[in-house]
């Protein structure tokens, strides 16, 4: 009896120990099933602008895919195809588009979506513009610049629709293009009016009618965002400021050379300089102007004791340019020095956390459709036949571009690769002495 009940008690000892052995297994298997599921959820949790915006693995670059001298002549869902190869290769995961009118925008966003269907990898994101126009804008009466285009109700209800459509790909929604700047005499309005639609969209965002985490903003001129002159510190852009889920502005030290040119200009204590030395001192010059106008906008919203992100809207450099900028005017248009403030404002805002939606992916011919040579027309990395300006030429090296085509030519160097023969079109800037001699 004694062995017996021993051996009974074995045998319990050892059915508790499986039994501890078997429902640690469970739990073991339950908590790594959980584990994954968490893990599974993390991967596929859906980015959001803020997740976006300042972050060095979402580039940004401005993205019009236009070949022809006129915007009738829309891109096919065929090209927009290759140019969102051609982007995602350079590393672009974020693009920003300027109106909703023409179809463009919506095809854009039909050939990401297709795209991330067939590789789920495959990451782009959209700032999606909204134009905004005064009364009278782009026609033969004077534009009203107190009133707005009855056109902007239904823009911007085709902007919210494409919002609604596409909230795994439209993460902002911009309101106006250097709407508000004066110099925009074509077409400009009052901040009331960029307001009044900032406001309707953060209250259909409020009552579950665009996604909640869609950010609202406006792309302008520094100085309209305050960081010019004190005639645009308004009320209403008081109002704005603080409307807007972040701002995003524009500086163009490009420009500048020639408007302002006092920065740019080799001060006379530089002259002694090798040419290269004072091409590169110039370029140096540029990257601190962009940054003193973002310092701007920034001192401007923190005086209104506002705490939000400010991100670049825009900022870019042509590499040709028959007027202003040119061999006869201020001497800033080649590829060269392209190249070098491509690079200074990658560096510059990748390490502040600033958003850089770069000026431009690719030249777009329309925008001087009467000069070949005019600057708007050559501000992008690429030309139209998909040539790798010089700012990219060592990826092209790198072989980044192998396979992929734009207009059926496979992505090449401008120059042939000849840097000597680039450089042949490289002038440095004129020295203060120089243009004081001039005027």
């Keep these: 009896m004694a062995l017996v009940k021993k051996v009974t008690r074995m045998k319990s000892v050892k059915e508790i120990l499986l039994m501890v052995v078997i429902l640690i297994g469970v739990i073991s298997c339950k908590e790594e099933k959980r584990t994954e599921t968490e893990d599974q959820k993390q991967s596929n949790k859906e980015v959001t602008a803020k997740d976006i915006l300042g972050n060095p693995e979402y580039v940004a670059i401005s993205y019009g895919g236009y070949r022809a001298t006129s915007r009738e002549v829309q891109p096919t869902l065929e090209e927009l195809e290759d140019d969102m190869k051609i982007l995602n290769a350079l590393g672009i995961k974020v693009i920003r588009t300027y109106n909703v009118q023409l179809a463009q925008a919506s095809n854009i966003l039909k050939v990401i979506r297709k795209m991330k269907k067939t590789d789920p990898d495959f990451e782009m994101y959209v700032m999606l513009g909204a134009w905004i126009d005064c009364k009278n804008a782009w026609t033969d009466q004077a534009p009203d610049h107190n009133l707005e285009s009855e056109q902007n109700e239904e823009e911007i209800a085709r902007a919210v629709a494409l919002a609604n459509e596409y909230p795994d790909i439209v993460k902002v ?71 807007v889920d972040y701002i995003s502005m524009h500086t163009y030290p490009y420009h500048y050379s020639h408007y302002v040119p006092e920065f740019w200009l080799i001060p006379e204590e530089e002259e002694s300089l090798s040419e290269m030395e004072k091409i590169d001192a110039a370029m140096l010059r540029a990257k601190e102007m962009a940054i003193s106008k973002y310092d701007s906008v920034s001192n401007y919203v923190k005086s209104l004791g506002v705490d939000k992100p400010i991100h670049i809207g825009e900022t870019g450099w042509a590499s ?100 000597e023969a680039m450089m042949q079109d490289v002038l440095v800037p004129p020295t203060k002495r120089e243009q004081a001699v001039a005027h």
């Design 320 to 419: 040709i340019s028959s007027g202003y900028y040119g061999p006869n005017g201020s001497k800033a248009t080649d590829e060269y020095k392209q190249a070098a403030y491509h690079r200074h404002m990658r560096e510059w805002t990748d390490a502040a956390g600033i958003a850089c939606f770069y000026f431009e992916a690719f030249n777009e011919p329309w925008k001087d459709a009467h000069n070949k040579k005019g600057s708007e027309n050559h501000f992008g990395l690429f030309t139209v036949d998909g040539q790798a300006k010089y700012a990219l030429w060592e990826m092209v090296d790198q072989g980044v571009f192998d396979g992929l085509t734009r207009n059926g030519k496979p992505i090449t160097k401008t120059y042939g690769g000849d840097k």
């Design 173 to 243: 929604l911009a309101v106006g293009n250097e709407a508000m700047v004066r110099w925009a005499e074509s077409y400009y309005v009052q901040p009331k009016v960029i307001l009044k639609w900032v406001n309707r969209l953060q209250d259909l965002k409020k009552a579950g009618k665009l996604p909640l985490d869609l950010w609202i903003t406006s792309s302008d001129d520094f100085a309209s965002w305050g960081g010019g002159d004190d005639s645009y510190h308004t009320e209403d852009l008081e109002r704005l400021v603080k409307a």
